[in-house]
């Protein structure tokens, strides 16, 4: 059982190049997270998807395109590069105890985009 | 919209107890919660307290709510090395996405 799993853990861009970063989970989970992490600013969210099959904005998704290929993966896709979104990301699966939502965290991706 | 505050450092002496505290603004927030996050790793929950409770206790860590004023506090008995780490306070309130602070760093001197 490895939880969520995060790839690559670092990744370095020229401005204007395009990646993408996987996330997968084997908790069943069905709701999954993007954040990114930025020094003092904690993290803030990207994009979700509380289901397999859809996926919407959180409070920062300008830049960013992502997809839920099934239950197990969440991706995050840099379309072209900006030296703002040098940052570390985090994917997160969650479950639901009754009104209680648990979250789960990967190991992070640090990207930097010069 | 949501806001979590939360002081960015702290320091103590090892041995000594740690308190973190976190300001909120949701006052409809279900859960809160505190995090770790260790050096290069992810999120790891470390507790969390309903939100119509006032205090929890895990162990060396005790929660303290204090549901008027909106302040939640983190404290850490014994502080060792090993709890040297950013603490991350979070507020949910169920169905709606989590507001997280901006962590306090916590450094443990020997």
């Known amino acids: 059982n490895a939880g969520v799993t995060q790839t690559p853990k670092f990744q370095v861009l020229k401005t204007g190049q395009s990646m993408t970063l996987q996330c997968a989970q084997d908790?069943?989970?069905?709701?999954m997270y993007w954040y990114r992490q930025d020094p003092g600013m904690g993290l803030r969210l990207i994009y979700y998807s509380a289901s397999e099959g859809t996926t919407d904005k959180g409070e920062v998704p300008n830049g960013y395109n992502v997809s839920r290929l099934n239950k197990r993966e969440f991706s995050l896709r840099l379309e072209s590069a900006a030296p703002s979104q040098t940052s570390v990301y985090f994917c997160a699966s969650s479950v639901t105890w009754g009104s209680r939502e648990e979250q789960y965290f990967g190991p992070g991706t640090r990207l930097t985009v010069t | 919209g949501e806001d979590v505050e939360q002081s960015l450092f702290l320091s103590v002496r090892e041995g000594d107890s740690s308190v973190i505290n976190c300001t909120y603004t949701d006052s409809s927030s279900t859960y809160l919660y505190w995090y770790k996050q260790e050096p290069g790793a992810g999120l790891q929950l470390l507790t969390y307290?309903?939100?119509?409770?006032d205090m929890k206790q895990d162990q060396r860590l005790t929660v303290l709510l204090n549901k008027k004023d909106k302040h939640l506090s983190l404290r850490i008995a014994d502080t060792q090395t090993g709890d040297s780490a950013i603490y991350f306070c979070?507020?949910?309130?169920?169905?709606?996405?989590?507001?997280f602070g901006p962590g306090t760093r916590l450094s443990v001197l020997p």
């Open positions: 307290i309903f939100s119509n409770m």
């Open positions: 908790m069943n989970h069905n709701s």
């Open positions: 979070a507020e949910n309130n169920y169905g709606q996405n989590f507001v």
